[in-house]
Structures are given as structure tokens and as C-alpha cells.
């Protein structure tokens, strides 16, 4: 194991940067050169790349974002494009690759070992979504679920003053986790999530009852990817990224809408979108990343290719890559059931 590969693909997110100075910290005492390659599959593509010394890692544990950049770039779509993925590997005389990015990142690695192009891949999950199978949580999320929390603890002191109902869209594509966490870590009078379709008459009956009894304010935390019940989801544009993603938002507008229509409650949006994904990572993002980073080099030294580091409770474990891709991991029922406690 001479050179290793890093890339980082798909939405950034605070601790992508913990991951990249681990893996560097862990690869150099053992002699082994990273390779930084830019902007995800794209660099790969287009042979951009750089050397990963230590002074390339200088006090990046703190940043946000990525010193890599990224790019939704999907090698699986334009004809010859994987071709220009294996002749970059090899003319950088990789011996492997650590692929740190979400289902689509990683799932374009899983294929790449599927169809057995000769690279040697490991997966390190990432998302502020936390909607990645087979990892209990990903690195990004707990950043993002402290700054919506914070949020809505901001919006709340606005809502008292002006006795309104305050709506708040939180990403999460189309798992609540973000919405659910940050809603019950900030004591969200309502809580709205894709797995559970908006009933709107059930909605308006919980903001009416609080009205009831001298509460004359509400914040409804709603995820992105919510739809109500029997409709679709509200999307800005129908328009696909390179995975076949629609880009979601909009959820928030219509609902504040229609709540001030049947309630007749004085009713705010707030959309809290790239904010959520901006900024320094919280202390468990930094660590978790750490510990994934540094695990995922020690899976490339063994040469234990086609897996992805995750953490199973307190434990770092490797899984196999497809065992986290092809199927969200979603909110169950039972924790949202239990959230339903504080509503109303
Ligand atoms: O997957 C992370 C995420 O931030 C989602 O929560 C959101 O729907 C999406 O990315 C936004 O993507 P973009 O940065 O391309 O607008």
C-alpha cells in the first residue's frame, strides 16, 4: 500500500474535514501518500487531484464544507465516464480509494466493485440526512440537527411575542430525522416527517386546541420531503440531478398557507435550507469523523476493499458497501408515535 485516494461526493457536510485529516494523520506515520482527489467522481473523471501533506491539513478540523470540494457527479451516466474513472486511477497509481459521501457517492463505489473495474474502494458514510442504511448515525447530522434546534429556540421567543403560528422547513430529503430530532430537542408544538403523510384536519385541530387554552402561539417543524396525505410532494422544480433526484422544497410555503387559511392564525415560514449544512462541526461530528476516518485507512492497509466503516452503537465496525445502499433508512413509527407526546 503505497498511495491511497480521497474523494469527497454529493451535498457537504461539517466533518467532512475531520475524515480527510484522519485518514492523512493515519496513512503518513505508515508511509503511505494520500492523494486528494477534487470535487467527488468529477475529479475522477477529469484527473483533477492534488497531494494531501500535512500542511494541506492544517487546521482544517474545524472548518465546515470540504477542502476537496464536491459535485453530484455520477461517473454511471455519460457514456465513457467510468473508462476515465479507471484510467485516472491508474495513471495516479491509486492502491485504493476511500469514497466519503451519502447513498449516491456510495453507491457509485458499490458498483464500481460490483462490476469489478479493478479499483479497490472503501466507503466512509456521510449525510446530514442520517438516512444511510446500515450505520446508526452519519457524521453531519448532529451539526444539523443543533443548528435547526437553535432555530426554532430562536423562532419560538418570536412567536410569543407576536401570538403566531410559526412553520419551519428542515431538510432530510425523504427521512424526518433531521425534522424529528431538532423538532423534539426544541419542543416543536407539531412535528411533520415524509414517512407520516400531513393529515391537515389533525394539524389545525392541535393549533386550535393550544389557542384553547391561552396558547396563542405554535411552531410547526416540518421536514422537506412531507407530503400530505392523498397529494405530492411539493417540489421547487421537477427538474432530476444526476441520480434521479428531485429537488425538494416549497413543503413549508403551502403548509403556512393553508394553515392561516382554515385556522385564520396570523402564520410564518422559515426555511432554514443551506444553513443547516454551513459552519463548524459540532464535537460528536468532529469525533465521529476522526474515528471514521482513521478507520477507514486501516480497512485500506488490510486491504479490506468493498466495505464501509460505520458505527454500530459506541462500536466503529465495517459493513460491506451494499449493505448501506439501495434502501433509506428511514424514521420507524414507534419514535414518532412517542414524539407525539408533545404535540399540541
Ligand atoms: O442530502 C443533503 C441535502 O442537504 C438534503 O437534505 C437536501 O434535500 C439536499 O441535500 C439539497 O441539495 P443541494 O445542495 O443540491 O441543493
Known sequence: MERVGVLTGGGDCPG???????????????????????????????????????????????????????????????????????????????????????????????????????????????????????????????????????????LHTTAESHHRIMVVEIMGRHAGWIALHSGLAAGADIILIPEIPIDLDEVCELLRKRHSRGRLFSIVAVAEGAEFKAGQVVTKEQQLDAFGHVRLGGIGETLAEEIEKRTKFETRVTVLGHIQRGGSPTAFDRVLGTRFGVKAMELAMAKKFGYMVSLAGTEIREVPIEEAVGKLKTVDKAFYDMAKTFFG
Open 16 to 154: 467532512l474535514n475531520a475524515v480527510i485529516r484522519a485518514i492523512v494523520k493515519t496513512a503518513l506515520p505508515n508511509k503511505i501518500k494520500v492523494v486528494g482527489i477534487k470535487n467527488g467522481w468529477k475529479g475522477m473523471i477529469t484527473l483533477d487531484a492534488t497531494d494531501l501533506d500535512l500542511d494541506a491539513i492544517a487546521g482544517i478540523l474545524p472548518k465546515g464544507g470540504t477542502i476537496l470540494g464536491t459535485s453530484r457527479t455520477n461517473p454511471f451516466k455519460n457514456k465513457g465516464d467510468v473508462e476515465k474513472v479507471v484510467d485516472t486511477y491508474k495513471k495516479l497509481k491509486l492502491d485504493a480509494l476511500i469514497a466519503i459521501g451519502g447513498e449516491d457517492t456510495l453507491g457509485v463505489a458499490n458498483k464500481l466493485c460490483k462490476e469489478n473495474k479493478g479499483l479497490n474502494v472503501v466507503g466512509v458514510p456521510k449525510t446530514i440526512d442520517n438516512d444511510l442504511n446500515a450505520t446508526d448515525y452519519t457524521f453531519g447530522f448532529d451539526t444539523a440537527v443543533n443548528i435547526a434546534m437553535e432555530a426554532i429556540d430562536r
